[in-house]
């Protein structure tokens, strides 16, 4: 009440001061107006706006802004910090220079490794840093839980359990869509304990359209960030679903949606933005949100539209109404920028405090060292062996006709039919070009799962690739041409440590050390983002031709991306939510 009383005699201008940001091209994201102004900031929060030439008592410090735009800080609306491979604090240094302020995260991630334990961990890791973070409760550890096995399963009573935690504002990604259309006893007791307290409830939903996206939408969750779709994403916006436009390491839909806007000639207020997985290379490169920006710029969305989707639409959907603008009563988060179209942060300030300047913090962070950070989350019955990689044909065959999951960009994950020889009771699955062995190896210590599975579409030409990463249960996936180097790159991470590496000719030719939960590194950007690109050479030299080579290996084990999935219990149909056998003749 007090720090109030002191903003409100700031305003009236009996007070002084804390701050006086002189010489603004304000960029008014209420009114879609650019002009002069003075910027009063008291304590933590924007006491006035207002024509230039303050005329109260004098402030006890003034910056000039040298006519530089101020813009709201960025709200990133749905983000999986985990993605990014840096520990909380690393991220917050990476990003904050770019002018993201604010995160909305989605821990599930890390809750399917570590469960309660993990989500704690983030809020811990967070409490203490410029960078604003507030958590939304994973909604889905696992995402289905009939088809895959993760360190944990989240309930009705752990969710209403995390929803009362400081910070945590809504329920995060429902993704178990299918799930929610049905109505299963799952999903409707989570989104149940969610209704009923009537928090934020964010959705995934690629490519629900019609009868479905209805169900999906009277089930409780009202937004999506996996939409690319023109037609999809306007009929989404057309019935009032957030629409988080996304621009991340795996895709975009930024321009697609620049010319919807561009056709309705206004920017709807419930499209918001979002990068929800950022890779360390990309970060380090293109930037963080500052890059959505400029991408929405890009497609034709007017600058300040571009910002007001980054900024005050992101704020009202998650009801973070002190955030979002520059305006009296808000937070004093504010970039300066000398130029729209390029959208290149100059300072930023959070809650009045300059912490990043000419793309470098200006503010030290605190140093927290948390002992989960030194965890090991690898507990398999046995180091991988050769007979963990190697996939029998049934007693008398000579040729077996195998189920075969496809991967091409730009497109749903389909199902083929591939028949192969035999030789000395294993299938030959080399007899055919770009077709690699995955194995899925359940690293929690529950179930000792294994399952064997055949991929086409990846590139791969040789070699192994393995990873701790795998979205989202994160067991061990091992994929390779050759069983020999998948039990190498197997055992170099389960005998030291986790992350992802890969091995060629029975060497190990790049590695990238992920020792939080298997996820997370505590080296800052500019060190593990070269360590990323040295792993993407290698990654290249073995035949993986995607933009991020690795990208579309860490989604192969998610069980809600159409149209089909492998996970450590076998080859997944999405849509009918089943495990599919791996013979063609059994299906």
Request: proline content about 6%.
């Amino acid at each position: 009440m007090e720090a109030r009383l002191r903003r409100v005699e700031a305003a009236r201008g009996e007070r002084a001061m804390d701050l006086l940001i002189e010489d603004v091209q304000l960029i008014n994201v209420y009114t879609g107006e650019i002009y002069p102004s003075d910027i009063g900031i008291s304590g933590e929060y924007v006491a006035y706006v207002g024509p230039p030439a303050w005329s109260g008592p004098e402030p006890k410090e003034r910056f000039s802004a040298e006519g530089k735009f101020a813009a709201p800080g960025l709200i990133d609306s749905h983000i999986h910090i985990e993605s990014s491979m840096m520990s909380p604090a690393g991220f917050a240094a990476a990003v904050l220079p770019r002018g993201t302020t604010t995160v909305v995260i989605d821990p599930h991630e890390i809750g399917n490794v570590l469960g309660l334990r993990g989500v704690r961990y983030m809020l811990e890791a967070t409490a203490d840093l410029p960078l604003r973070v507030f958590v939304q409760v994973p909604s889905c550890v696992p995402s289905v839980p009939t088809l895959e096995t993760a360190g944990a399963e989240f309930g009705a009573a752990e969710v209403a359990e995390m929803l009362t935690w400081d910070r945590v504002i809504g329920l995060a990604e429902v993704m178990d869509y299918m799930g929610v259309i049905l109505q299963s006893d799952r999903m409707r007791s989570i989104l149940d304990v969610a209704l009923a307290i009537g928090t934020v409830i964010s959705g995934h939903c690629p490519g629900l359209r019609g009868r479905q996206l209805a169900a999906y939408m009277l089930g409780g969750p009202l937004s999506d960030h996996e939409g690319h779709d023109a037609d999809e994403l306007l009929e989404k916006l057309r019935l009032g679903m957030a629409v988080e436009g996304r621009v991340s390491s795996f895709s975009e839909s930024m321009s697609v949606l620049g010319k919807i806007v561009q056709e309705l000639g206004t920017l709807p207020p419930n499209l918001i933005m979002c990068t929800d997985d950022i890779f360390p290379e990309d970060l380090l490169r293109h930037g963080h949100l500052d890059n959505g920006v400029r991408h929405a710029i890009s497609a034709g969305i007017p600058p300040v539209d571009a910002i007001r989707a980054a900024t005050l639409n992101g704020a009202q959907r998650h009801r973070l109404h002190d955030l979002g603008a520059i305006a009296p009563g808000k937070r004093a988060d504010i970039l300066l920028l000398r130029n729209l179209q390029d959208f290149e942060v100059d300072e930023v300030f959070v809650g009045g405090v300059m912490v990043a300047r000419a793309g470098r913090l200006a503010v030290d962070l605190p140093k927290v060292k948390l002992e989960i950070e030194q965890e090991d989350t690898i507990h398999l019955p046995h180091l991988p062996r050769r007979e963990d990689f190697t996939l029998r044909a049934r007693s008398g065959r000579q040729r077996e006709r195998l189920h075969v999951m496809t991967i091409r960009s730009g497109e749903r994950r389909g199902l083929v039919t591939i028949e192969l020889p035999v030789r000395d009771g294993l299938v030959d699955f080399l007899d055919v070009d770009d077709v690699c062995l995955v194995a899925i190896l359940e690293r929690h210590g529950r179930t000792g799962n294994r399952s064997l599975n055949l991929v086409q579409g990846l590139g791969l030409r040789q070699g192994a690739v393995a990873t701790t990463v795998a979205h989202d249960s994160h067991n061990l996936l091992v994929v390779g041409r050759s069983v020999d180097d998948m039990v190498i790159a197997a055992n170099e991470l389960a005998a030291c440590g986790e992350g992802i590496c890969c091995a060629c000719d029975g060497k190990i030719m790049a590695s990238l050390p992920l020792p939080i939960a298997g996820l997370m590194c505590p080296l800052p950007l500019e060190d593990l983002a070269p360590m990323m690109q040295k792993l993407n050479e290698a990654l290249r030299n073995l035949g993986l031709t995607f933009h991020q080579p690795i990208g579309p290996i860490l989604g192969l084990a998610l069980p809600v991306i159409p149209d089909y999935s492998l996970t450590d219990m076998g080859l997944v149909d999405v849509e009918r939510q089943v495990i599919l056998p791996i013979w063609a003749d059994e299906d």
